[in-house]
């Protein structure tokens, strides 16, 4: 049976095709997929960790809008790891290769995954964005509004 990973299922490089020719080149051993679990769904995450760096400059979640999935967002997210950034994108419940639970599908869901998400990724001094694509950036937006403390 294949592992449940990008690397075996290869269907978003049919996507790269889109972007510019500088977008498609990545480094795919600075992708770290990545399991966590998060209620009752086992979450897929995507890390790009930055080449020649002791510590990233910062780190930057990418949330990915209705019907796509983390791949999508890699030539965003290699642009920022070229440029220091650590970068985590997840599958959002519903989406990608995230084995959710049925109630974790809805928006407002989303919103706190993304608010465990933040705070999970917040634990050390590095500074921390969030930002998304389409109904990720709804999902970016809400989630930040609920955040006790700037990051």
């Not at 269907?11 to 399991?35: H, K, N, Q, V």
């Not at 910062?58 to 642009?79: D, N, W």
């Not at 001094?125 to 998304?132: S, T």
């Amino acid at each position: 049976m294949k592992a449940i990973s990008y690397r075996n299922y290869r269907y978003w490089e049919a996507y790269l095709r889109f972007f510019p020719a500088i977008y498609r080149s990545f480094d795919e051993t600075a992708i770290r997929e990545e399991w966590w679990r998060w209620r009752d769904s086992d979450v897929h995450l995507d890390r790009y960790i930055p080449a020649a760096r002791k510590q990233p400059c910062g780190r930057v979640i990418l949330l990915h809008g209705g019907g796509g999935y983390s791949r999508l967002l890699l030539p965003y997210a290699e642009s920022l790891r070229q440029k220091g950034f650590e970068v985590v994108v997840p599958d959002l419940p519903g989406f990608g290769l995230t084995r959710s639970a049925a109630e974790d599908t809805d928006y407002r869901s989303w919103v706190e995954l993304a608010v465990d998400l933040i705070a999970r990724e917040a634990s050390d001094d590095l500074p921390l964005f969030v930002m998304g694509a389409s109904l990720g950036g709804m999902v970016a937006y809400a989630a930040g509004r609920h955040q006790q403390r700037s990051y």
